[in-house]
């Protein structure tokens, strides 16, 4: 009878949703090497251990180390079961070519999969309960960098139309100086999907600090981020068709913001805005 190690058990599983769950309780050093892989798996099963490390600003015996808590043996058994799972996902033709109808459907049922997700965890007390304070607030501000830095500003546009004080602050810098000069009749609400971002995470900590009530979109509930949220909104997140990767597009970000307006816009007796939008 064949032994099983304990990578044929890892084989078992999608690689990028093992990783992907085991993200949150790792440390600092090994997230930030799990974070690039779940972005990039189709680079990293190129790279080197020398290459995968000045990227991830981490040691050849930090990635080993990875590779061993996922039950691999070193980087290349690591890298010949994620390459075997971007195969499996592959949905290029012959001529290698996209079929767009295939492409479309992967991505999809992605979605659909991350939405259902998303409605299992997403509270619906919490959305109500940031509902409410945002009601009272005297400023609402938004933090976000990168694809992140987009939902913000949508965020705060949706809110701005319903006659809420929101404003996005997309700049680390400036949302660092804010954030230690606002009160006990401010809301801020950060979005980060890993819940790893350091400067919106270090301003988020800054307005709690400064008395401000702090509330986080995120698909990690154990991420830094959530430390400082008095409020958490829980997403999950979509996968790219081609590689398994997560999308940089919030596409269940925006799920947790448009509940959070439709209730806000029921409190405040706006149905119309809604209902005459044209």
Known sequence: MKKTTPSDHVRQH?????????????????????????????IVVRETISQL????????????????????????????ALAADIARQNIYSKD?????????????????QATRET??????????????????????????????GFVAQYLSFRLL???????????????????SGLS??????AISESGLTKDTVRSLHVA???????????????????????????TSAVRAPLTGSKLTVAFTHLIAIETLVAILTD????LHIETDAG
């Not at 709690?208 to 829980?234: Q, Y």
């Not at 409190?267 to 706006?270: A, I, N, S, T, W």
């Open 96 to 112: 290698g070519d996209i079929p767009p109808k295939q492409f479309s459907d992967v991505l999809a049922d992605n979605i659909i």
């Open 161 to 179: 139309r319903i006659g809420l004080p929101a404003h996005a602050v997309v700049d680390p810098t400036l949302a660092a100086y804010v954030s």
């Open 208 to 234: 709690k600090v400064a008395g401000a009530t702090t509330a986080a979109i995120t698909n990690h509930k154990d991420a830094p981020i959530s430390k400082w949220a008095d409020i958490l909104l829980l």
């Open 53 to 80: 490390s000045a990227v991830t600003g981490s040691g050849p015996a930090s990635i080993i180390r990875f590779c061993r808590l996922l039950g691999f043996s070193g980087l290349k058994d690591f890298k010949l």
């Open 267 to 270: 409190k405040l007796g706006l």
């Open 119 to 148: 409605q299992s965890v997403l509270s619906d007390e919490s959305v109500r309960r940031l509902a409410d304070v945002m009601l009272h607030a005297r400023r609402i501000d938004i933090y976000g960098a990168g694809s992140s």
């Open 184 to 189: 006990k009749k401010a809301v801020v609400i």
């Open 14 to 42: 999608n690689i990028l949703v093992l990783i992907s769950a085991k993200l949150p309780s790792l440390p600092l050093t090994l997230q930030r090497i799990a974070k690039y892989i779940t972005e990039n798996p189709d």
